[in-house]
């Protein structure tokens, strides 16, 4: 999943508006437990070109940190 996020960000072009890229995702991940945000206020935190790095790194904690238990 976080592989094609980064293509999609690499193959969108520079005036590409992030809405259009991420479909308007945001900084939340369901593993199980229905939707969470991944920092306070996530549920309104859209993912964009400058943000994608930060996300995948707090998800990718979170799905490590469910498996861990």
Do not use: W, Y
Not at 15 to 29: A, G, K, R, V, Y
């Amino acid at each position: 999943m976080f592989e094609q996020m980064r293509e999609q960000a690499k193959n969108s072009t520079p005036d590409q508006e992030n809405s259009d890229i991420f479909h308007e995702q945001c900084f939340t991940i369901d593993i199980g437990f229905g939707e969470t945000e991944l920092v306070p206020g996530g549920a309104q935190k859209e993912i964009t070109r400058d943000n994608l790095e930060e996300f995948i790194r707090l998800a990718s904690l979170r799905i490590l940190h469910k498996a861990s238990k």
